[in-house]
């Protein structure tokens, strides 16, 4: 066989190849050699970030967490010297849950939110939150009660763990919709820690092109999410005489537009079933108060998002037959703070328990 | 004595077991040859006896009686010779250069139809084929009782003459193939093959095919079955299986004993081995795709707890599971080897080793022991031996690509083994090719 | 139906690889309102040629590209199949270049450009080494595997869909003046000249490639419409690939795996490691007819080599861009003189035939 045979050669070639490949693994990094934090803190202090994270750390068998933060100009960066600080990379890949704090949010989150979307290391259906005090406080007092492991925190917002109707549910990806959107604007919850309960629910926020505005309480949150049409099991308390719950609902919106006016018209039909009353209300009474306690209650929600020129139902969405593009780009401002709604609740009562109630 | 004897002596005559005596048959001196060992000389004798005195008794002549007992040879001592080799019996007449080559009765030489012993039958006929080439043929006759069957022998080799016969069915089989077999081993007469590599070389394959070319079965249902579609079946004497021509992907997942249970049933045993050839080539690559390079495709949990399964791991996950599928490929290797005495023993370690110990001492973690687990039984729920094999092969492109460029590396990988086997082409049949009967992709 | 098979499928593969990833940012950037019409627009444009060139091999039956034009005359050699080649060439450049960007971008973010882009060519070549017919065989496993696959994730994307956000419906015109308007037709344009290049392996029925060209609509109208049904238009129009970012928001709580993204983005990666193939397969045959001398296999090898170091010399996403737009008007040239050329030059020679009888 003679030494430069074509097949000789071509092994060559092709070891020399192979050869290439070996010269690096560069994302080749064991799972136990990272970091996971799975709660990520923003707040503003003078003009800087200041970035806090759990680290989930093998303790002897067990999983603990451990509370890291550092301030800097900008997330990356802070995120960036806390692994250089720390004997492993930080990995941003399994946040699920954004806690912004009050300050900054009223600020603007325009900057923090575009960071994440475009550096795809956060993935855009982390939920976010806004934190109603100082974030140190919150996140210390989160680990004392609950450990802050693994995904407990994130099953607060879980809607097969611990979610209700009375909290709203917003993504990163929705937040950043509503800072570009025409007609989008989103409600992000409110928390804060407690002393009977680690994570509070006090509301949420209206936050409108980025920037936190006003609060709303828990009950609006119940009422936003049903416009929004996910508020099975929710439960509503009627002026003191009963509380139900929803087990369904169905809304009918007519949106129409007349001498520059918009007009919308829905019909929001909630089933509902008793669970508890005080005294001995009647079906009927019941049935009424209810209409009459959710109407005003939203009345007055509604004002106070056209205080705010904050669209937060999403109502622009149905003007967008009538209206252009270049018009719409004026919904929040012109448009709709002359919107006329006339929203009729109808309630159903479907059964009372195992009671019977006259 | 004459020539023709003396000469057959002298190259025969060295062997202890060469038999040469002088008798009397059918009233003529002669002068009998053969290999004792292979022959049963009483027996034999008794029979020429009496065959010869029948037809003497009938008053048949000599010349005639010659004429019928068996093949009359002349002058060369090359074909004689090589009769004695096979096992017959030469009768020499006396004063001529003449030879009978007779059909003696041989020594029971041959094991007897038993079960097989490297394919299990869960439903379906039992019996497997033999070191001797005409009770194959025997058997396969038996199963496709049709004129269209055809045989044709060959005897191969020079210095050691081998008898290779091949089938086919005349109205099914594609008859370029057929052409093309017979005509490269006319072609290649004088090798000399024992095994299925030295057939690859017969047909000119190319050595460093991966997948084989041929497939081999030891039960003559699945033989008879691969006739009927259309495929050439080859036995080559000594060797206790069928070789079936031209090999193609779905063998591995499909047997012909499926088809005795009902359909639906059928299908999802089909479908069952399918899943579990693509987990035996995905499984260990995507565990390092997962662990080392693309963490986030993981939920948190199971994230959370491979990360507390790795701690204290001394290397990367690579090295992890290269050396832990090398020691399972020896431990499958000696399972193979080992006599049945002391087998089921090395089992038991390897499992405890495996199992046990190595997780405990901190030196894999244990998710990759059910992994791996997973990737062995999924490899061991495909058809026949040869097909195990190659499969065994291509799980390490996989988990060399998924180190480097992770899940992205691993897809790589596996179009690299559908390419592959889209490349593989027997005389223009494609590895791919679907035969339905009704038409053909 | 079932001698059609492998070139159906392959048709569908290189489609749908190409769709999901440029096609949506092109047209979302062309215009505000009314994405409908440039769609359709293209369809029809690309289904009405897509006929034409059918109609026109159907008069050359078991010849393929190269020996109808060479057949022709060397007038029609220069004319129309060069260009086809510089073609094949620019495009192969382009798709390796472009992919291997956004794989890194997407999934392997420390890896340098060069590994994936080799890794990318290695395989290609591979499968592009033993001929069109492997090509083909290929995609029909692929298709086996990595459909189903796709199809899931994306019947999942439609999770996060507002249809509220399709109007306002009626169309705005600009669109036409619009440059990434015409980059958007590498789709229609990219993958059917291949249809002209199987004919001696295997034949085909035409009624099911344009039954699967109008089986691909829904997935160009849905490419563009679920980000915009899901984000808005303003906001998908800031996005550099909104279908992936959909892809990435998709929350699946009972799937084992946490992101789908890249099941879905892996799938069509293997569309386009497909295209890739087809496509080099195509220029060595035409190169090879040329030039006889060199085995095709070594000009394989060395087209690979050549593309390898020619993306070195790319060096980030705006060069891409530039060489997309150049790359346009050749298409524009291809697309619409090759199948009417082979269309009259068909005509012609049955009228031919017709003449001498």
Redesign the interface.
């Known amino acids: 066989m003679k030494l430069f045979n074509k097949n000789v050669i071509y092994t060559f070639a092709i070891l020399l190849?192979t050869i290439?490949?070996l010269t690096?693994?560069?994302?080749?990094?064991?799972?136990?050699h990272?970091l996971?934090p799975?709660v990520l803190g923003v707040s503003k202090i003078e003009n800087e970030y200041e970035v806090i994270i759990n680290l989930?750390v093998?303790n002897a068998?067990k999983?603990e967490s451990r509370i890291v933060s550092f301030k800097d100009k900008t997330i990356a960066k802070a995120i960036d010297t806390i692994s250089r600080n720390l004997e492993s990379r930080v990995?941003l890949?399994?946040v699920?849950l954004i806690i912004i704090e009050r300050g900054a949010a009223e600020d603007g989150v325009k900057d923090i939110i575009g960071g994440f979307?475009r550096s795809?290391e956060v993935?855009?259906?982390a939920l976010v939150a806004i934190s109603d005090e100082d974030i140190n406080v919150l996140f210390s007092k989160l680990k004392d009660t609950i450990g802050l492991v693994?995904?407990t925190t994130v099953d607060f917002f879980?809607?097969?763990a611990g979610w209700d109707p009375d909290i709203a549910l917003t993504?990163v990806?929705e937040v950043?919709?509503g800072?570009?959107?025409?007609?989008?604007d989103v409600a992000i919850p409110l928390i804060r820690s407690g002393d009977e309960f680690p994570m509070e629910q006090i509301g949420s926020a209206i936050v409108k092109n980025g920037k936190m505005v006003d609060q709303i309480s828990p009950d609006e949150t119940l009422l936003y999410n049903i416009f929004k049409g996910e508020s099975s099991s929710g439960e509503i308390e009627v002026m003191e005489k009963a509380t139900v719950r929803i087990v369904n609902n169905s809304i009918h919106h007519k949106g129409s537009f007349h001498n520059n006016q918009p007009f919308l018209k829905s019909k929001i039909k909630l089933k509902v079933v008793i669970l508890e009353t005080r005294g001995e209300p009647s079906l009927n009474e019941i049935k009424k108060e209810l209409n009459q306690a959710l109407s005003e209650r939203f009345n007055i929600m509604i004002l106070k998002t056209k205080e705010n020129k904050a669209d937060i139902f999403?109502i622009g969405?149905?003007f967008?037959?009538e209206?252009?593009?270049k018009e719409l780009k004026n919904w929040r401002t012109k448009y709709y703070t002359n919107l006329k709604m006339d929203i009729q609740f109808n309630v159903d009562i479907q059964n009372q328990g195992y009671l019977i109630t006259s | 004595m004459d020539p023709i004897v003396k000469e057959i002596r002298s190259i025969l005559g060295e062997n202890n077991d060469f038999f040469l005596q002088r008798d009397i048959v059918a009233d003529s001196a002669v002068v009998l040859l053969c290999l004792d060992t292979l022959v049963d000389m009483q027996k034999t004798r008794v029979v020429l006896q009496k065959l010869t005195h029948g037809l003497l008794s009938q008053g048949t002549s000599t010349q005639d009686i010659w004429n019928v007992i068996g093949e009359r040879k002349e002058g060369s001592s090359h074909k004689v010779i090589s009769a004695i080799k096979e096992g017959k019996l030469v009768i020499n007449i006396e004063g001529t250069n003449r030879c009978i080559l007779f059909e003696p009765v041989s020594k029971m030489l041959n094991r007897s139809i038993d079960v097989s012993t490297n394919e299990n039958v869960i439903k379906g006929a039992l019996n497997s084929f033999n070191e001797n080439i005409e009770i194959n043929i025997g058997l396969l006759r038996k199963q496709i009782v049709s004129s269209q069957l055809t045989v044709n022998t060959f005897s191969i080799g020079n210095d050691i003459p081998k008898s290779l016969a091949i089938l086919y069915i005349n109205g099914k089989v594609d008859t370029k193939i057929v052409e093309k077999v017979k005509s490269l081993i006319e072609k290649n007469k004088k090798m000399d093959i024992s095994n299925i590599q030295g057939l690859s070389k017969m047909f000119e394959f190319s050595t460093w095919d991966t997948i084989s070319k041929f497939n081999s079965t030891e039960l003559p249902y699945n033989a008879s079955q691969s006739l009927k579609r259309g495929r050439v079946v080859l036995f080559i004497d000594q060797l206790p299986f069928a070789i079936i021509l031209p090999n193609l992907l779905w063998d591995m997942f499909i047997v012909e004993n499926d088809r005795n249970l009902p359909q639906p049933l059928m299908i999802a045993l089909r479908c069952l081995r399918v899943i579990g050839m693509l987990i035996a080539l995905i499984s260990p690559g995507l565990y390092v795709a997962l662990v080392a390079v693309n963490p986030e495709v993981l939920q948190i949990e199971i994230a959370l707890s491979v990360l507390q399964s790795r701690e204290g791991v001394p290397y990367p996950a690579i090295v992890e599971v290269l050396i832990m599928l090398v020691i399972l490929e020896l431990i499958l290797e000696a399972i193979v080897r080992l006599p049945k005495s002391i087998g089921p023993a090395i089992t038991m370690v390897g499992g405890i080793i495996l199992g046990q110990a190595i997780v405990e001492a901190k030196l894999v973690s244990n998710l990759l022991i059910i992994i791996l687990a997973a990737t062995t039984i999924g490899n061991s729920t495909l058809i026949g031996a040869q097909n195990f094999t190659s499969i065994r092969i291509y799980k390490y492109l996989n988990v060399i690509l998924a180190s480097i460029f992770g899940v992205f590396g691993l897809v790589t990988g596996f179009v690299i083994i559908c390419a592959h086997m889209a490349s593989i082409n027997t005389f223009g049949k494609s590895y791919l090719h679907i035969n339905t009967g009704r038409s053909e992709y | 139906m079932v001698r059609s098979l492998h070139v159906v499928i392959l048709y569908l593969l290189t489609h749908l690889g190409l769709i999901f990833f440029m096609f949506p940012s092109n047209i979302i950037a062309s215009t505000q309102q009314g994405h409908w019409l440039p769609i359709l627009i293209g369809i029809f444009v690309h289904v009405l040629f897509l006929h034409i060139y059918m109609k026109g091999l159907n008069y050359f039956p078991g010849e393929n590209l190269i020996s109808i034009f060479s057949g022709i005359g060397k007038g029609a050699v220069i004319l129309l199949l060069v260009p086809v080649l510089l073609y094949f060439f620019i495009i192969t450049l382009i798709t390796v270049r472009a992919y291997s960007e956004i794989i890194t971008l997407v999934f392997l973010s420390f890896t340098p450009l060069w590994a994936v882009t080799l890794l990318l060519l290695i395989v290609s070549t591979y499968v592009a080494k033993n001929g069109m017919e492997t090509v083909l065989r290929t995609g029909l496993m692929l298709a086996i595997i990595f459909l189903p696959l796709f199809l899931f994730v994306f019947i999942l994307s439609f999770q996060n869909v507002d249809w509220r956000y399709f109007n306002p419906v009626t169309p705005d015109l600009n669109f036409l003046t619009s440059r990434s308007y015409y980059e958007s037709f590498f789709v229609f344009s990219g993958g059917f000249l291949f249809l002209g290049f199987v004919q001696p392996y295997f034949s085909y029925e035409r009624k099911y490639i344009i039954f699967s060209a109008l089986l691909l609509i829904p997935f160009f109208i849905f490419s563009v419409y679920i980000p915009i049904l899901t984000l808005g238009q303003a906001t998908a129009s800031v996005t550099f690939l909104p279908f992936v970012v959909i892809a990435d928001s998709i929350n699946v709580s009972w799937l084992m795996f946490d992101r789908v993204t890249l099941f879905f983005l892996l799938s069509l990666i293997s569309f386009m490691i497909l295209y890739i193939s087809l496509v080099m397969c195509k220029t060595i045959l035409i190169i090879n007819r040329y030039v006889p001398s060199i085995k095709p296999v070594h000009l394989l090898y060395i087209l690979s080599s050549l593309l390898f170091f020619l993306c070195f010399l790319i060096p980030d996403w705006k060069d891409v861009e530039k060489l997309f737009w150049w790359n346009t008007l050749l298409r524009f040239y291809v697309f619409i003189a090759v199948p009417l050329s082979i269309y009259f030059w068909g005509v012609r020679k049955r009228k031919g035939k017709h003449e001498t009888i």
């Open positions: 190849i290439l490949p690096g693994c560069w994302d080749n990094k064991d799972i136990n990272r996971l799975v989930p093998s068998g999983i990995d890949l399994h699920k979307m795809r993935s855009p259906k693994g995904s879980e809607k097969n993504r990806w950043y919709r800072i570009h959107s025409y007609t989008y999403g969405q149905f967008r037959r209206l252009t593009r």
